[in-house]
Each structure stands twice: as structure tokens, then as C-alpha cells.
């Protein structure tokens, strides 16, 4: 599992970087979008194969998120 990429949308600037810092220390990559359009957009560009995801957003909460990224192609969330 380790290089797999996963996507943290997270608008909380500590926690985005906590929680990424935990998982690249596992070996993962990781990209941070801070709202909900970074997000969908974020996922569109790197196609990730993970999304660890907070529900209350700005732009988009988190399930217009969810729906989207999961329209474009299914990934874990």
C-alpha cells in the first residue's frame, strides 16, 4: 500500500496537517485541499486512491463532495 495516494479535504489548517503528516510517516503521498471546490478539483487532477474527508466545509460540505468526487469515479472515502 505504501506510494498510494490519498486526498485530505480538511479546512482546519492543524488538522489537515496532522493527519497528513501521520500518513506520509506511513509512507503514503499525500495532497491537502482546504475547501470543498479545492477538493473536487484536487481529485479530478491526481485521482487519488483514498479521500479522507471532513463534512463541514466551506464552497461544499462534504457530502456535495462525496457525490461529486463519486460521479467522476468510485473511490474510498
Excluded: K, N
Excluded at 499525500?30 to 471532513?54: N, S, Y
Amino acid at each position: 500500500m505504501a506510494g498510494e495516494l490519498i486526498c485530505v479535504i480538511e479546512d482546519e489548517p492543524t488538522i489537515a496537517s496532522a493527519v497528513a503528516s501521520r500518513l506520509a510517516a506511513e509512507g503514503f503521498q499525500v495532497e491537502i485541499a482546504h475547501d470543498g471546490l479545492e477538493g473536487v478539483a484536487l481529485c479530478e487532477r491526481v485521482r487519488p486512491d483514498l479521500v479522507v474527508l471532513d463534512v463541514m466545509l466551506p464552497g461544499l460540505d462534504g457530502f456535495e463532495v462525496c457525490r461529486r468526487v463519486q460521479a467522476a469515479r468510485p473511490v474510498p472515502v
